[in-house]
């Protein structure tokens, strides 16, 4: 039984029971006594009715005894002829009140017209939802090639680039199309050409579309807005009608901004694919270029678009004319992070002890999207401890929820695998405490999340783009500092540092293979990366050397692990008896936080280590 069915047959049973309750409470009045012409004669010579009322044939009787009766006379002849044909007495009828009522025409004419009027009215009825419900099809066909775009007034939510944290670059490079729309008799004075379009490129979740309505909400513009699958559909020249529909609308309403987000779903790299690419996608970008051709020199429009994977869109689409002013929207550095925080922790209820910038030092790689998720992470943790305000800490765990995964408190460890993650854990922490270049320890924590049994979080100080060959190293050496702890304590092995091993392998290989870092092949890189043209671009590598230089390569990873777990193993050898109170420490309290762990191993005094570069 589907829900419509549901529903009708719950109304039916609700009328029926207000029916049945309301039939069990009325008490109707009781039904008039009919009265053949000889009782009613009868009874007006008996002197038992005080008054007749005479509508059309129906005649409404009042007796004497407060009853009431009906009665009806002959339609050839009036009531007083009637009554006297059938013998009534003249003084017993002069002592009856007789009072006509004259029948309307409305009433009358209904009577005569409804029986025949009524099938015609309903056969009509039919017929009119026919025709609208064929018009309304009709105007959905005709409505198919009309572009679905949705239009973003200032009038309320307006967004600036106040509202935006960081991206200055991306700012400044906006301003010049912001002042155009603002100003545009400026420019075409001294002849210069605005960018018909401008392109915003950048990882998912750094502020594309947001970046789009505050260049409309500074500008004070209409602002369009459509996304790239919209064109597309399954019938040939709907995607290039849309197209048209699209910039007619956008011109009638210059100066504005069109926004085509994920405009890679049609601006892909044309004859990609065996056999050429999806042809109504094709034709819709023949006609976007067309469009866009087609601008005047003083139309004060501007089309802007957003994607992520910029290298796969069409050649065409990005020279000058066209898409040829293309901005790029990097993830936040530490300063900018903190401004976002602050942005999206409006509205929230936050502690006293909540210092954002402490937070922006955990959350290197986190775009604004990520940065919003937590703050609302943060917001939701705190009000399901039934608390009244966002605290420091509910933010830190948020950070690691959002890294790693919910705690799983559930997953209970036996005694012995406590023991194993916690010198595991404490052996990459002691690893990077004690080698001089390393990125500070945050966090250790033997708390299961996501896949992890356990965790250590490192963080850098400060934003890096440029990473040398002795971080690299250092960053081997902690990695296998798991591995190289569990060996030394228990003389034995876990799968525990089985992620660890994959990660050093593949980072050692990019080593020789990607970064030229190794001193015996030098600096050569191995392995050629391809675009292949297939069902779009997909990326592969092609081997471009030979096979005893595939030895040498294998050579050169083992031999950059091999050192790294070396240093490992010696400084945790050294070392013991902090490993050990790292570990206990873990066992008992489950997690260290960075000035809690600081503590522990500042009472050793350890002086840092150079790694050594081979």
Request: glycine fraction near 8%; aromatic fraction near 8%.
């Amino acid at each position: 039984m589907n829900a419509l069915s549901k529903h009708f047959f719950w109304a039916i049973f609700a009328l029926l029971t207000i029916a049945f309750v309301f039939s069990l409470f009325y008490t109707g009045q009781e039904a008039p006594e009919v009265l053949s012409l000889d009782q009613l004669v009868a009874k007006i010579n008996n002197n038992e009715i005080s008054k007749i009322i005479v509508s059309g044939n129906d005649l409404k009787i009042e007796l004497k005894r407060n009853g009431k009766a009906v009665s009806k006379k002959e339609s050839e002849s009036g009531l007083s002829e009637t009554l006297k044909n059938y013998g009534v007495e003249p003084m017993a009828l002069q002592k009856v009140s007789l009072e006509i009522k004259e029948e309307s025409g409305a009433r009358f004419w209904l009577a005569i017209l409804l029986p025949a009027l009524l099938p015609l009215i309903i056969i009509g009825v039919f017929f009119w939802l026919m025709f609208r419900q064929a018009k309304t099809g009709m105007g959905q066909a005709f409505s198919f090639g009309k572009a679905n775009i949705k239009l973003f007034t200032q009038f309320k939510d307006r967004i600036t680039f106040k509202d935006v944290a960081g991206l200055k670059e991306a700012k400044e490079e906006l301003l010049e199309v912001v002042d155009f729309l603002k100003n545009p008799k400026k420019y075409l004075e001294i002849g210069a050409k605005i960018p018909r379009g401008v392109l915003l490129y950048g990882a998912p979740g750094t502020g594309k579309t947001l970046m789009a309505r505050a260049v409309a909400g500074e500008a004070n513009v209409p602002f369009f807005h459509i996304s790239g699958s919209e064109f597309v559909e399954m019938f040939v020249g709907v995607g290039s009608s849309r197209v048209r529909d699209l910039f007619q609308t956008a011109k009638k309403a210059a100066p504005c901004i069109v926004f085509i987000d994920e405009i890679d779903a049609i601006g892909r790299e044309r004859g990609a694919g065996i056999g050429g690419g999806h042809d109504e996608r094709e034709q819709t970008l023949n006609q976007i270029l067309v469009e866009m051709d087609g601008f005047d020199r003083d139309t004060k429009v501007i089309i802007m678009a957003a994607t992520n994977r910029p290298d796969i869109l069409d050649p065409a689409l990005l020279r000058p004319g066209r898409f040829d002013r293309r901005v790029i929207l990097d993830l936040p550095d530490i300063s900018e992070r903190e401004e976002i925080l602050k942005i999206h922790s409006r509205g929230k209820i936050l502690a006293r002890d909540v210092h954002l910038r402490r937070v922006a030092e955990r959350t290197p790689g986190f775009s604004g999207a990520d940065l919003a998720n937590l703050m609302n992470e943060s917001a939701l943790l705190a009000a399901k401890k039934n608390q009244n305000f966002v605290s420091q800490q509910n933010i830190f765990e948020s950070v690691e929820k959002v890294l790693l995964g919910p705690e799983r408190r559930s997953r209970v460890f036996s005694k012995k695998e406590k023991e194993i993650t916690a010198y595991h854990e404490a052996g990459h922490s002691l690893i990077a405490a004690s080698l001089k270049g390393s990125d500070p320890v945050h966090k250790v924590s033997i708390v299961s999340r996501g896949r992890a049994g356990g965790y250590t979080m490192k963080l850098p100080i400060e934003e890096i783009y440029l990473r040398t060959k002795s971080q690299f190293l250092i960053d081997l050496a902690v990695m296998l500092g798991g591995y190289a702890s569990e060996e030394i304590i228990f003389s034995d092995l876990s799968t525990g540092a089985s992620n660890d091993l994959q990660n050093a392998s593949s980072l050692a290989r990019k080593l020789v293979t990607k970064y030229g870092m190794s001193k015996k092949l030098g600096p050569i890189t191995f392995g050629k990366v391809e675009e292949m043209v297939f069902l779009g671009r997909e990326i592969a590598t092609e081997k471009n050397y030979s096979e005893s230089m595939a030895k040498e390569i294998d050579k050169e990873v083992k031999d950059f692990i091999v050192k790294a777990y070396e240093t490992a193993k010696k400084i945790i050898s050294s070392r013991r008896s902090v490993l050990e109170k790292i570990a206990k420490t873990l066992i008992e309290k489950e997690t260290l936080e960075r000035e809690e762990f600081e503590s522990l191993i500042k009472k050793f005094k350890l002086k840092p280590i150079p790694i050594a570069i081979k």
